[in-house]
Structures are given as structure tokens and as C-alpha cells.
């Protein structure tokens, strides 16, 4: 079974991040870090409860800590701190403004690989890709969905997508028309 997933992603703030220096952005860093953390732990936490009630007993039980999670802030800004290149410091700077755009919520689409393909080929054309974003090697992760691909996306999984996931999604696609720097992240399960 395939698991796409999607996200919240802020667009704005990805690319306001993206256009800082690593100096900014480490003082943007340290401004915000206390809210980045905060939502690293939401996002988690609702992730570590889906993960320890669908994995055998053994594997729930090897998952990592939740302050796991929201340590990683605190690595990425030492390493920020620490970076010798600019080629060290600007894949950083990508981490971090890719990290802090994504929202906590994260949708499952356990929908079988016939509506998977279905979904990825309906709302996805036009889409911007993480690639194009980000500027970086290796495969295509995500697309970020305007409210209208959206739409398209909810038509394709038509009654294959359970309704509490439809009206989240749906919810997604109504803040990101309400707020035009925001993008609905479909995450390719690679």
C-alpha cells in the first residue's frame, strides 16, 4: 500500500529564508526558535501517537523520544554556528528554511497504489516541485498544491479517501486560499 502524505507548507516563509544569509538567518533563527520547537513538538507527538498504535509492539517500542524531535533545531543551529564553507552553510540554510516551513499537520493517503497513481496524476501538473524550490540533488520529494490542484487531488481520491481525511484536507486547501503564501505539500512515499 502507498503512503503519500501531505502537509502544510509555507511557501512565504520558505523563500524568505532561502533569500538570507546565514548570519540572518541565524538571528532569525534564534528569534524564533522557541515556536519552531513548539511545533516540531505537535507535529511529533501526533505522529508518535499514529506510529505506536499501527507498529507491532517491538518497532513502536524503538521509536525515539519526542524531544528527539525538537532537538534537531538545536543541531541544525550549531551546525549553522559551526559551518566552514558557504557551500556547508548554504545546504543549512536550505535544512532550516525547508524544516520551518512545513506545518505540523500531516495527512496519511493509505489509499492503495491505483488511487495513489490517480492522485499524483490529477492535481499534480503545474505543481512546484521541491527540486525547482530548493535547488538541490537527488529525487523529487514533494510538490506544493495550490487550493484548485487541490480540488483536483480530492476529486481524483474521489470515495477512496475516508471522510475525516477528506474534511482535513479540505480544511488545508481553505487556509492555503485564505492565506496566498501558503501551499498544500503532497509527499511522494519514496
Not at 41 to 60: I, K, N, Y
Request: proline share 5%; charged share 25%.
Amino acid at each position: 500500500m502507498a503512503s503519500d502524505a501531505l502537509r502544510l507548507f509555507d511557501l512565504a516563509l520558505a523563500e524568505r529564508l532561502l533569500a538570507l544569509d546565514a548570519t540572518a538567518l541565524l538571528a532569525w533563527l534564534d528569534a524564533n526558535l522557541d515556536g519552531l520547537k513548539a511545533t516540531t513538538r505537535r507535529g511529533a507527538a501526533a505522529w508518535l501517537d499514529v506510529m505506536r498504535r499501527t507498529l507491532p509492539a517491538e518497532l513502536a517500542g524503538a521509536l525515539p523520544p519526542l524531544e528527539a524531535f525538537e532537538l534537531h533545531w538545536d543541531d541544525l543551529r550549531v551546525q549553522l554556528v559551526d559551518a566552514t564553507t558557504p557551500e556547508e552553510a548554504a545546504s543549512l540554510v536550505v535544512a532550516i528554511a525547508e524544516k520551518a516551513a512545513f506545518g505540523e499537520e500531516r495527512i496519511e493517503l493509505d489509499v492503495g497504489e491505483a488511487v495513489t497513481g490517480r492522485c499524483r496524476a490529477a492535481p499534480l501538473e503545474g505543481a512546484l516541485s521541491s527540486l525547482a524550490l530548493f535547488r538541490t540533488g537527488g529525487p523529487e520529494r514533494y510538490r506544493l498544491l495550490l487550493p484548485e490542484q487541490v480540488d483536483r487531488l480530492l476529486a481524483a481520491a474521489a470515495g477512496d479517501l475516508a471522510e475525516p481525511g477528506r474534511a482535513r484536507l479540505a480544511a488545508l486547501r481553505d487556509r492555503c486560499a485564505a492565506e496566498p503564501g501558503l501551499r498544500v505539500a503532497y509527499l511522494f512515499d519514496l
